[in-house]
């Protein structure tokens, strides 16, 4: 409540929390990938390890409900509910597995609670060489096999390859020494705003956070941008964006917006200022 875009911010949360994180409209228009779904196997094949142990847990304590903790009960609820999220949008994964984490760990607890560690270590000597073995060649398996894979994926942070921090610098560089300051910039996807506004405040862009933001201030809009960045509007487009959206420079990535630079091309009222290897930047007259 203090805050000192007050009471905005509460409309704000609506919209991130709500609209974005929980209904989502991923199903109307292009959001953020994490926004989209993913299914089960890509979620366990994330963390086997943490499946496999809570599954062992889980079906111990389902023949001891009795024993089972408030505290395991909790965690395993708000796990179950962000791996439910998790299948819906990818990005919940960043809470359903470290409440599983937290669900193994007090699980594990209760089990350590409920376990005769005397009876457990007859029944393995009693055992016989089979199951023994097979028993053996499991585990081997397991933290031969599968393990190593998952360390190395855990201490591998590097940055993503295909988004190195220069990132239109050069294209960035140049509107922002060519182009009148706060002078607006038409750019070909939402995405593209971190990378030009790290290189450049110098000016304004359309549209910089997810397009559900854009949807709520103008639907009408927010489908002229979606229809002329995708290439489906080929007429007029440098009309329609000095019109409708007071730019007079567009920025195009293009080896995703292939048919709205052939679009521009063609508009006599679009003259090419800049280009590079990736990226290309029209003055609209």
């Known amino acids: 409540l203090i805050n000192p875009y007050f009471p905005h911010n509460l409309y704000f949360y609506y919209q991130q929390v709500i609209q974005i994180g929980l209904i989502n409209s991923s199903r109307y228009f292009p959001v953020g990938g994490e926004w989209y779904g993913a299914n089960i196997m890509e979620i366990i094949s994330a963390a086997p390890h943490l499946f496999v142990f809570g599954t062992i847990l889980l079906l111990i304590l389902i023949f001891n409900y009795k024993n089972i903790s408030r505290q395991t009960w909790f965690s395993f609820i708000l796990f ?8 819906k949008s990818r990005r919940y994964v960043e809470y359903s597995l470290p409440f599983m984490l937290l669900f193994i760990a007090t699980a594990a607890t209760d089990v350590k609670k409920i376990v005769h560690w005397k009876n457990l270590q007859r029944d393995w000597v ?6 023994k073995t097979y028993l053996i060649i499991i585990f081997l398996v397991f933290f031969t096999l599968i393990m190593p894979p998952i360390y190395q994926k855990t201490l591998d942070v590097g940055l993503e390859k295909n988004w190195p921090l220069d990132t239109f610098s050069d294209a960035s560089l140049w509107l922002k020494n060519n182009t009148p300051p706060q002078s607006i910039v038409f750019h070909s996807d939402w995405d593209e705003w971190p990378a030009l506004f790290y290189n450049n405040t110098h000016n304004y862009y359309i549209i910089g956070l997810d397009p559900t933001f854009m949807e709520n201030y103008n639907p ?3 489908q002229l941008y979606s229809d ?6 080929r007429s007029n487009v440098s009309g329609l964006i000095k019109t409708n959206f007071n730019a007079d420079y567009v920025f195009i990535e293009k080896t995703r917006h292939q048919q709205f630079m052939d679009n521009l091309y063609v508009d006599k009222n679009a003259n090419r200022v800049y280009e590079d290897s990736t990226t290309i930047i029209y003055k609209l007259k």
């Open 220 to 222: 009408r809009l927010r």
């Open 80 to 87: 179950f509910a962000f791996l439910l999220l998790t299948i």
């Open 126 to 131: 009693e055992a016989s060489v089979y199951i």
């Open 228 to 233: 002329i960045t995708l290439g489906k509007i």
